[in-house]
């Protein structure tokens, strides 16, 4: 079964830049994304990508985050600079896999002093 795993969040000042890793267990992937979901609230898109390498953010993360993806080795990547303690949040890769939608387990990102 095709899976998605990412990496690479954690505590980081404000101001401060991290990137968040997401692996895919196979290729055939179209659209990636990524979302977050904080505290007690709902799960909100934060930017994705097509194959063709189109990307679409959205606006409170606009200049300051990059989403990327790399084909060849099934990953996708945010890019996430110039930090606020609002982008605090659990971060999901999401995946569209011939039709279906795949979600990663989530990754934790705390930004604070």
């Known amino acids: 079964q095709v899976q998605l795993v990412e990496s690479g969040g954690g505590l980081v000042q404000p101001g401060g830049s991290l990137r968040l890793s997401c692996a895919a267990s196979?290729?055939?992937?179209?659209?990636m994304g990524w979302f977050r979901q904080a505290p007690g609230k709902q799960r909100k898109l934060v930017a994705t990508?097509?194959?063709?390498?189109?990307?679409n953010y959205a606006d409170s993360v606009k200049g300051r985050f990059t989403i990327s993806r790399d084909n060849a080795k099934n990953t996708v990547y945010l890019q996430m600079n110039s930090l606020k303690p609002e982008d605090t949040a659990v971060y999901y890769c999401?995946?569209?896999?011939?039709?279906?939608?795949?979600w990663g387990q989530g990754t934790q990102v705390t930004v604070s002093p």
């Open positions: 999401r995946g569209t896999y011939y039709g279906l939608t795949k």
């Open positions: 196979g290729s055939g992937f179209s659209i």
């Open positions: 990508i097509t194959s063709g390498g189109s990307t």
